[in-house]
């Protein structure tokens, strides 16, 4: 599969642990993205990296939230004592330098916050 | 006022029927505007971009109205399988290649 793949694809915590899901890009896209996405609503930026650079990060992403591309494949997102209002679908998406906007989504990491 | 508007619907629409939709932008710096389909419980999935002088994909077609910094999507005979969420999505001006999505519109195709 070629595709951006994202683990775990479900995740329960309770209120205050700390988790991390991980995203891997499609091979030849130095771009990536995270988005998260609530019911009803469509999905929101979060951050984008180019190459293992973080270049842009939104004011969505509190410091509890932590994201990294250390060698420029895969990208992990930390939240750090979570709250219920972190309950959401993270979602991670690619592309490439030539059609930057041209995003491919992975499937999501649902985190549900107790 | 949100940065993408959207009708969130739902739209029921029998099998054969047209449908459009339409959406408002508020940065009228931005320059690259989308439709990404989302199904329920899956990831969105890039449908078409929108150029400005109009284009076409079998039964989609989109717009642009710059002047009213408005966008739209035709979907002509309606099939079982076009039910799911249609995301309007526009560049932020200003940012690298960052994307802020409408929050959707829910169509529902019937028998």
């Known amino acids: 599969d070629t595709g951006v793949s994202q683990n775990p694809r479900h995740k329960i915590t309770k209120r205050g642990q700390n988790v991390t899901f991980r995203c891997d890009p499609i091979?030849?896209?130095?771009?990536l993205y995270w988005y998260r996405q609530t019911l009803g609503q469509g999905p929101e930026f979060l951050t984008y990296?180019?190459?293992?650079?973080?270049?842009?990060k939104s004011r969505l992403l509190s410091d509890r939230f932590s994201a990294e591309r250390p060698k420029g494949s895969f990208s992990t997102l930390e939240i750090q004592r979570t709250e219920q209002g972190d309950s959401a679908m993270y979602l991670c998406?690619?592309?490439?330098?030539?059609?930057?906007?041209?995003?491919?989504f992975g499937p999501g990491t649902r985190l549900t916050v107790t | 006022r949100k940065e993408v508007e959207q009708d969130p619907g739902p739209f029921n629409v029998p099998e054969g029927a047209t449908v459009a939709f339409n959406c408002t932008y508020s940065?009228?710096?931005?320059?690259?505007f989308f439709w990404y389909r989302q199904d329920c419980r899956k990831e969105p999935k890039l449908l078409m971009s929108?150029?400005?002088s109009g284009n076409e994909d079998g039964r989609f077609t989109a717009q642009l109205n710059r002047a009213s910094q408005y966008i739209s999507l035709l979907i002509r005979d309606s099939k079982l399988s076009d039910s799911a969420t249609y995301l309007c999505?526009?560049?932020?001006?200003?940012?690298?290649?960052?994307?802020?999505f409408g929050t959707g519109t829910r169509l529902q195709v019937t028998l």
């Open positions: 929108v150029y400005s």
């Open positions: 990296f180019q190459n293992e650079a973080q270049l842009e």
């Open positions: 998406a690619s592309s490439s330098r030539d059609t930057p906007y041209e995003q491919y």
């Open positions: 940065n009228s710096a931005s320059q690259s």
């Open positions: 999505v526009v560049n932020s001006p200003g940012t690298a290649s960052k994307l802020t």
């Open positions: 091979s030849e896209h130095n771009r």
